[in-house]
């Protein structure tokens, strides 16, 4: 022990933030990639219950502060959007992340930036990245980039935005709140 603070072990960690702190994300739910990751992993969901998904804003809000009027302002954001097909078509890396890349990407940034033009004070991964990367991720270890090469086969996928999800965490994992439909006119 040095300086009087105990070691905790990271998972531990982790879950004490997931109670002290709970957080949000919304996503774009991609169901045509669960085919994918079932063939490529033996399940369709990743740990703590997120569907195979493109990332829009992560963290959000804190999970407590989120209530009747952010929804109401999330459904009337994402409503105005347009649905948009994209497919996923090679396989992308992140350090320690094995990855699908959608085509277009344009329409994910576009929705990235209708939430921070709506909700200022939240940047894409906190702002830790100097570039937004739209991604399906298929795997967060360094493992798994082994099997990268099995994921070919099963590309392209066609795939069909429709709308946005917002998830909470709680120390039980990530459960689906709502459902933004995507409405808007192109």
Known sequence: MRSGVLSVPANLLGAAMRIVRPASILLVPVP??????????????HPGGVPAHVTVMYPFLPAHSIDGLVEAELARVIASVPPFGFRLTEVGRFPGVLYLRPVPAEP???LVDLVM???????????QYP???????MAEDETAHRDAERLKPLLPITCQARQVSLMTESARGWRTRNCFPLYGTA
Do not use: I, K, N
Not at 120 to 126: L, N, S, T
Not at 131 to 137: G, S, Y
């Open 108 to 110: 994910f940034g576009d």
């Open 117 to 127: 033009r709506h909700w200022p004070a939240y940047q894409p991964y906190g702002g």
């Open 131 to 137: 570039e937004f990367v739209p991604h399906v991720t």
């Open 32 to 45: 045509e990639a669960a085919t994918a990751l079932r063939a490529w992993r033996g399940t369709s969901v």
